[in-house]
C-alpha cells in the first residue's frame, strides 16, 4: 500500500496556506508567534539562564494531552494555561518559589515525588508519561554535568552560530531526543523535539540578543500530533477515510506504526511545500515581492498558534491522531 493512500496534499490548500503566511508578515500580525512573544517564556538578559531554561522545557516537551476525564491545567500570575503552556508556567512557578529545577545538579538527582509536585496541576490530575519525563530529566542533567559544564549553554557555544551543529550535538549526546522511526526498511530521522529546541534556542537569542543561527532555515517543522491536525482543517493535508476511521476520542495510534510515521512525514513534506510555494509567490506576485523569507520552522509555529486560537472549530471538524511517547 503506497503512503498516498493514507494521506496526501493538496495544492490549492497548500497555496492558500502559504498566502496566509504570507499575509502575516506582510501585516506584522505573524510576530504573535515569535519565541518571546508567548508570556510564559522568559525574556531574561542572561543567556546561561534562557539556554538553561529551554534546554529544560525541551527536555520534556512531550505528550500533554490528558487522558479521558482529565485535564493538564496549571495557573500563573493569574490565569489558567493547559498543554505546554502549563508545564511552562508549572516551571515558572517553581523558579518563582526558589525551587531551581533548571539547575543540571538538580535534573541529574529529581525524583519521581519531586517531579510529579513540580508538574502538579490545579485539577490534581498527574502530568501524562511522569516517570518517562523523570528518566528524561535524570539523564539529561547527568549529561550536562559529565560532558558540558552543567549547562546547556556549553552546547549551543559549541554549536558556534550553527543550527545544524547544535543539532547534532544534541542528538549525538542527550538520548531522549534521539527521535527516529523505521519505514519500510529504511530509518527515518523526524527528530522533533531536538530540531524544536534548535529553533527555540535560535528564537530566543535572536529576539533577544541578536545572536540567532544563520542556517536555521536548514531545520524542517516539528512534526507532532497538532500541526498534522490543523494542516488537514487549512485543507493543506487530505486524509483518507481509513485514516479517519483510526483516530478520535478513545483511539490511539501506536508509535511506529504506518499511520503515525505516514502522518509526521507528510506534515513536514506539506510544510516544505508551503515553503516552496512562499519562495514562488514573493517571486512571481507583486503583493508578496518585498516579503521576507519564511523557513519551515515558523510556517510550524504558525500553524501550532493558528490551531490554538482556532481549537473549536478545529476539533469540531478534524480530530488529532493520539500517541504517547517521549518525542512530541
Known amino acids: 500500500m503506497k503512503a498516498t493512500d493514507l494521506i496526501k496534499t493538496n495544492n490549492e490548500g497548500v497555496n492558500s496556506a502559504a498566502k496566509l503566511i504570507l499575509d502575516a508578515v506582510k501585516d506584522g500580525s505573524i510576530n504573535h508567534v515569535a519565541y518571546s512573544a508567548m508570556e510564559v517564556h522568559p525574556k531574561s538578559n542572561d543567556i546561561k539562564y534562557l539556554a538553561d531554561w529551554i534546554f529544560f522545557m525541551d527536555t520534556v516537551n512531550f505528550s500533554f494531552w490528558p487522558d479521558e476525564g482529565q485535564k493538564f491545567d496549571v495557573t500563573w500570575n493569574g490565569k489558567t494555561y493547559t498543554g505546554y ?93 534521539r527521535d527516529v522511526a523505521q519505514f519500510r526498511g529504511k530509518t527515518v530521522c523526524i527528530l522533533k523535539r531536538a530540531q524544536i529546541l534548535v529553533a527555540d534556542v535560535h528564537g530566543a537569542l535572536e529576539e533577544q540578543h541578536s545572536k540567532g543561527f544563520k542556517d536555521i532555515d536548514t531545520l524542517t517543522m516539528f512534526a507532532d500530533y497538532r500541526v498534522p491536525q490543523a494542516l488537514a482543517y487549512l485543507g493543506v493535508l487530505e486524509y483518507s477515510p481509513r485514516l479517519l476511521s483510526k483516530l478520535g476520542p478513545g483511539k490511539r495510534l501506536e508509535v511506529g506504526s504506518e499511520e503515525e510515521v505516514v502522518m509526521r512525514g507528510a506534515s513536514i513534506w506539506a510544510c516544505e511545500l508551503i515553503v516552496r510555494e512562499m519562495g514562488r509567490l514573493r517571486g512571481e506576485d507583486e503583493n508578496y515581492k518585498d516579503v521576507r523569507k519564511v523557513p519551515a520552522t515558523e510556517v510550524d509555529m504558525f500553524v501550532w498558534v493558528y490551531r490554538r486560537q482556532h481549537a473549536k472549530e478545529i476539533e469540531e471538524k478534524i480530530p488529532f491522531h493520539r500517541t504517547r511517547t517521549i518525542y512530541y
Open 85 to 177: 503552556f502549563a508545564a511552562c508556567a508549572a516551571v515558572n512557578k517553581a523558579l518563582e518559589s526558589g525551587k531551581n529545577v533548571i539547575n543540571a545538579k538538580w535534573m541529574a538527582t529529581a525524583t519521581l515525588d519531586q517531579v510529579n509536585e513540580l508538574f502538579t496541576t490545579d485539577s490534581g490530575h498527574p502530568i501524562p508519561l511522569l516517570e518517562e519525563r523523570v528518566k528524561a530529566i535524570n539523564d539529561s542533567g547527568r549529561v550536562l554535568l559529565e560532558k558540558w559544564n552543567g549547562t546547556f549553554l556549553s552546547c549551543v557555544e559549541a554549536a558556534n552560530g550553527s543550527a545544524q551543529a547544535l543539532l547534532k550535538i544534541v542528538v549525538d549526546n542527550f538520548e531522549s531526543f
